[in-house]
């Protein structure tokens, strides 16, 4: 997590990256604590070599974190549609999982138990019963609707007294 370990500039599977570093303010539904700092991220922005005026794409590691060194998201970007991000709470517990290309999402309880998740079907075509493009979206082992789900989340992730 130690960006001045990180090179300023490198190769990522065949781009040419360069460091950046931002701070930025997060929109949160849970309260944050008494004089919250920005928070700060570092990723690599990259160009095709043969290609170096086309618009840059975000590849390789992701970190971001509190203004007090706490761990927030930790992820690793292959492309816009492939990219494995781990999410923690302020004690650094996992509490969501998202794999962009497999189409997993996955939220943890403050015990790291999986509570609920939205997965892409697997080898189904477009006539099989219960998928339309979709995903499959399951809460306490139960599968509910994409619609369902979400307002569930909402409800999570609401601020509690």
């Known amino acids: 997590m130690n960006v001045k ?3 300023a500039k490198r190769r990522i599977e065949g781009w040419d990256c360069e460091l950046k570093t931002s ?3 997060v929109d949160t539904v849970r309260p944050l604590p008494p004089g919250f700092n920005p928070t ?3 990723y690599y922005d990259c160009r095709r070599w043969w290609w170096p005026w086309g618009k840059p794409q975000m590849r390789g590691p992701l970190y971001s974190w509190t203004s007090d060194g706490r761990l927030l998201e930790r992820a ?3 492309s816009k549609s492939d990219a494995v991000i781990y999410q923690v709470d302020r004690s650094g517990r996992l509490t969501v999982f998202m794999d962009r290309k ?6 943890f309880d403050a015990d790291g138990v999986l509570i609920a998740g939205e997965y892409r079907p697997v080898n189904l075509d477009w006539k099989s019963e219960g998928y ?3 995903t499959v979206s399951v809460w306490l082992g139960d599968r509910v609707s994409h619609e ?3 307002r569930r989340v909402r409800e ?3 601020p509690r007294d």
């Open 148 to 150: 369902e789900f979400m």
């Open 102 to 107: 497999q189409g997993t999402t996955e939220y």
């Open 156 to 158: 999570w992730n609401r």
């Open 76 to 78: 690793y970007n292959r």
């Open 5 to 7: 370990n990180w090179p």
């Open 23 to 25: 701070r930025m303010y």
């Open 132 to 134: 339309r493009g979709g």
């Open 40 to 42: 700060s991220s570092a």
